[in-house]
């Protein structure tokens, strides 16, 4: 009798797994032929690092995809539904002030994106919600989407160098000391709180 129940489990572990796994799906998309990555993302407004991340199976190119595919956009309590498609010059000062959000929360929702805002890409779409929305990156694993793909554009085109010698030239000359007949009234301050 023992050893039934024991078979019994193991064969329905996987389907009660599967079940489990479904329902903690928020969103699915079908596959339709011409999509990828980016794509869905826009049209469905879920951000391309949370459509990696809910779909490991997908590859960092986003080249596996199958027509009829069923995937996940969003997992439940984890979903980000407010996004920005990533248009030339877009920035991440840009998209802070636009979305009335703070840096902190911005990154938190979009950990691809480097320290320095510098690998946003054009039609990349990104988490621009005012609380963090989007699931984690799974212990063990690396964050996806971090690198931008080889067929997309730098949303910020690379600023050129700047000659030391411009530089030093500039920093030698110091800004006037103020005076005190100088009017500073119309200066907001936190000391009249």
């Given at each position: 009798?023992?050893?039934?129940?024991?078979?019994?489990?193991?064969?329905?572990?996987?389907?009660?797994?599967?079940?489990?796994?479904?329902?903690?799906?928020?969103?699915?998309?079908?596959?339709?032929?011409?999509?990828?990555?980016?794509?869905?993302?826009?049209?469905?407004?879920?951000?391309?690092?949370?459509?990696?991340?809910?779909?490991?199976?997908?590859?960092?190119?986003?080249?596996?995809?199958?027509?009829?595919?069923?995937?996940?956009?969003?997992?439940?309590?984890?979903?980000?539904?407010?996004t920005?498609?990533?248009?030339?010059?877009?920035?991440?000062?840009?998209?802070?002030?636009?979305?009335?959000?703070?840096?902190?929360?911005?990154?938190?929702?979009?950990?691809?994106?480097?320290?320095?805002?510098?690998?946003?890409?054009?039609?990349?779409?990104?988490?621009?919600?005012?609380?963090?929305?989007?699931?984690?990156?799974?212990?063990?694993?690396?964050?996806?989407?971090?690198?931008?793909?080889?067929?997309?554009t730098?949303?910020?085109?690379?600023?050129?160098?700047?000659?030391?010698?411009?530089?030093?030239?500039?920093?030698?000359?110091?800004?006037?000391?103020?005076?005190?007949?100088?009017?500073?009234?119309?200066?907001?301050?936190?000391?009249?709180?």
């Open positions: 009798m023992f050893a039934r129940s024991v078979v019994a489990a193991f064969v329905a572990a996987p389907f009660v797994a599967q079940v489990a796994l479904a329902a903690s799906c928020a969103r699915q998309y079908t596959v339709k032929e011409g999509d990828w990555c980016d794509t869905i993302s826009a049209a469905n407004n879920a951000s391309t690092y949370q459509l990696a991340v809910v779909n490991p199976t997908i590859d960092a190119s986003c080249t596996n995809l199958q027509t009829g595919q069923v995937i996940c956009l969003g997992t439940e309590g984890e979903d980000c539904k407010t920005h498609v990533v248009h030339p010059d877009d920035t991440c000062d840009l998209l802070t002030g636009i979305y009335n959000i703070n840096s902190t929360v911005l990154y938190a929702n979009n950990p691809q994106i480097d320290a320095d805002c510098n690998n946003l890409y054009i039609g990349e779409v990104v988490c621009v919600a005012p609380a963090i929305a989007v699931p984690a990156v799974p212990v063990g694993s690396a964050t996806p989407a971090v690198v931008i793909p080889a067929t997309a730098p949303a910020k085109a690379t600023a050129t160098p700047v000659k030391t010698t411009s530089v030093a030239a500039t920093t030698t000359s110091a800004a006037p000391e103020p005076t005190e007949t100088e009017d500073d009234e119309d200066l907001p301050f936190c000391d009249e709180l």
